[in-house]
C-alpha cells in the first residue's frame, strides 16, 4: 500500500497550548478511519492537524498523497496547495447573505420576506470554486445527496438535516481525494443515520478516502479503521472489525458542583401560570407548503417534555411558535404564559420567561462577542451584550460559567472556545434568569460522549432543584434527561 499521510513523534500546538504529544500516525491508501475518543476537542484537534491548522513543533508530518499533484502544478506555475485534494464537513456552518455579509440573525429564517437574502441551495453551490475537475459536479452532487428539490431553497431556511446534507455536498464538488468530516451524524434523526452510511458506502465506492470522528457506538460499516485518541496520542489503532464493545468509551462522569448549582438556583422566583403553552388547532404554510397541520400542544407548568421528530419533521417552526419567534403566530390561536398572542404582549414579555438553547444560536453572536458577554446577555435576552451591567450581575455570570468549569473562558471569544464548551456557555445564558420554561434544542449536539451524559446529568439536577417546565429535543434516546416523562411527536407537520 502507499501512505497517504504520514506523522511521527509529532508534538502539537493549537492556540499556544500543546494537544499532542509523541503522535504517530499513518493513514495507507485504501483505508477508511473512524476517529474516537473521550476529548470532542481533540478529535477536532486531530483533523485540523492533518489540514496543517496547528502548528507541529517536533517531530515529522508528511503528506504524500499531492506530491504528484501539487509537482504538476508546480510545473504549470499554478498555485497550488496539499488543501486541494482535501474536502472537510465541519461541525460549524457560516452563510452569507447575498451581500457577501454574515449578518442573519435567529428569527430571520421565519420570517419569509427577510430569508430571501440568503442565497438558495443551487446557487451557494454555483459558487464554491472547484481547483479539481472531476466527476462530481453540481448535478450529480443535488441528485446524490438529495437536494433536487430543495436547490431554491433558502439557506437559512433549511432543517438540520437538510444542512448537513448541503455541506458533504459542498465537499463533494470539490473532487477530494481525501474527506474528513468532523461528528458528521450529529443532529440526524435514526433513518437520516441509516442512509448516511449508504451515502458513505458510494463516497468509498467512488475511490473517496474517508475519515470521520464519531461516538465509539456509531462507527459505519464502510470505516476499515478505528483510531483511539488519549493522552495526547493516538492510543490504538486497530481495524474495525477488532473494536470490541470492550474497548468502547463508557467512563462515567463526575457531574459539577451541586451545592452551587443549588445556590445559583435558590433566589428563583415561582411565576404563577396556569398554562404555559397552549397551542390549537395550528397550522403554518410558507406559499403552498405546509410546515404544520392543525397541530394541538398544551404544556403545564413542571411538565417535562421530549419534541421528538424526523429531520424536517416541523420541530423546528414549532418551537418559533413557542419561542415567540414566528410572525404567523398572530394568525394562529396561541396562548403563551396565559397570554394570547396578539392581546397587547410583546415578544420581551415572552422570551424574559424562557431559556433557549440551540447549537445554532453561535452563529449569530457578534464576532466581539466574549463568553462572559454571552452569559450576561441571557439576562435581556439579546444576542450579544448591548449595555453596561452591574457588579452584581457580572458575579453572577462569572458564577455560571465556574459551575461549568469555564472561569478560564470568560475573557475569550465565544468562537475561540470548544464546540462543547460553547454549549455549555449557552445553557449558562439560558439559566442566569432562571426561567420558567427551558427550551433546549439538540443543545448538546457536538459534545463528546462524556460532556453529553454530563450534561444530561446537569439538566436532571436542575429540574430537581427547580420546577422549572422544559422542552427537550434530540434524536438521541440516551441524551432525553431521565426526569422527561411526556412526548411530542411530529411527522411531517402533524402531531403522531
Not at 470532542?40 to 484537534?45: D, E, K, P, R, S
Not at 442512509?195 to 474517508?210: C, E, K, R, Y
Not at 486497530?238 to 445556590?263: A, M
Request: hydrophobic share 40%; charged share 25%; proline share 3%.
Amino acid at each position: 500500500m502507499s501512505t497517504l499521510i504520514n506523522i511521527q513523534n509529532a508534538t502539537v500546538k493549537q492556540l499556544g497550548k500543546t494537544v499532542f504529544e509523541g503522535l504517530d500516525f499513518q493513514w495507507e491508501d485504501g483505508q477508511h478511519w473512524a476517529v474516537v475518543g473521550q476529548s470532542g476537542t481533540l478529535l477536532t484537534a486531530f483533523l485540523e492537524t492533518l489540514l496543517g491548522r496547528t502548528m507541529v513543533t517536533q517531530g515529522l508530518v508528511e503528506r504524500p498523497y499531492s506530491e504528484t499533484y501539487q509537482k504538476q502544478k508546480n510545473l504549470d506555475g499554478e498555485i497550488n496547495s496539499f488543501r486541494d485534494l482535501i474536502s472537510t464537513v465541519s461541525q460549524q456552518y457560516t452563510f452569507r447573505n447575498k451581500s457577501n455579509i454574515q449578518n442573519f440573525y435567529y428569527q430571520q429564517r421565519f420570517n419569509a420576506m427577510e430569508s430571501e437574502e440568503a442565497a438558495t441551495v443551487f446557487d451557494y453551490l454555483n459558487e464554491i470554486e472547484v481547483k479539481v475537475p472531476g466527476p462530481w459536479d453540481i448535478q450529480r452532487v443535488l441528485d446524490f445527496m438529495r437536494l433536487k428539490d430543495l436547490k431554491e431553497k433558502s439557506l437559512i431556511k433549511l432543517s438540520n438535516g437538510e444542512t448537513r446534507r448541503l455541506a458533504i455536498a459542498t465537499a463533494l464538488i470539490k473532487n477530494p481525494k481525501l474527506l474528513l468530516m468532523d461528528q458528521p451524524l450529529t443532529g440526524l434523526d435514526v433513518q437520516s443515520r441509516m442512509d448516511f452510511g449508504n451515502i458513505l458506502n458510494d463516497i468509498v465506492s467512488a475511490g473517496i478516502h474517508v475519515m470521520m470522528t464519531t461516538h465509539s457506538n456509531e462507527i459505519p460499516e464502510c470505516i476499515s479503521h478505528v483510531a483511539v485518541i488519549g493522552d495526547k496520542k493516538i492510543k490504538k489503532a486497530i481495524e474495525s472489525n477488532e473494536f470490541l464493545d470492550i474497548e468502547r468509551i463508557d467512563q462515567e462522569e463526575n457531574g459539577f458542583d451541586y451545592q452551587l448549582l443549588r445556590k445559583l438556583l435558590d433566589g428563583r422566583k415561582n411565576q404563577e401560570f396556569k398554562v404555559i403553552v397552549e397551542l390549537n388547532n395550528v397550522t403554518v404554510k410558507y406559499g403552498d407548503q405546509r410546515i404544520l397541520d392543525q397541530v394541538n400542544w398544551t404544556i403545564l407548568p413542571g411538565e417535562k417534555w421530549a419534541l421528538k421528530g424526523e429531520n424536517g419533521a416541523g420541530k423546528s417552526t414549532l418551537l418559533s411558535l413557542v419561542l415567540g419567534e414566528n410572525p404567523q403566530a398572530y394568525a394562529n390561536d396561541i396562548w403563551l404564559f396565559d397570554k394570547k398572542r396578539g392581546s397587547g404582549e410583546s415578544i420581551w414579555d415572552i422570551k424574559k420567561q424562557i431559556g433557549f438553547v440551540a447549537p445554532e444560536l453561535s452563529r449569530f453572536f457578534p464576532q466581539n462577542q466574549t463568553c462572559l458577554k454571552v452569559v450576561l446577555s441571557g439576562l435581556f435576552d439579546t444576542m450579544g451584550l448591548f449595555k453596561k451591567v452591574s457588579h452584581d450581575q457580572e458575579n453572577l455570570a462569572r458564577y455560571w460559567l465556574k459551575l461549568f468549569d469555564l472561569e478560564n473562558t470568560s475573557d475569550l471569544l465565544l468562537r475561540q472556545v470548544s464546540l462543547e464548551n460553547q454549549r455549555f456557555v449557552l445553557l449558562a445564558r439560558a439559566m442566569i434568569k432562571s426561567p420558567c420554561l427551558l427550551v433546549l434544542d439538540e443543545a448538546a449536539q457536538g459534545m463528546d460522549e462524556i460532556q453529553r451524559k454530563l450534561f444530561r446529568k446537569t439538566i436532571d439536577q436542575v429540574c430537581s432543584i427547580i420546577p422549572v417546565t422544559m422542552v427537550y429535543v434530540s434524536h438521541y434516546e440516551e441524551d432525553i434527561p431521565v426526569c422527561v416523562d411526556k412526548v411530542m411527536r411530529l411527522s411531517k407537520g402533524k402531531v403522531m
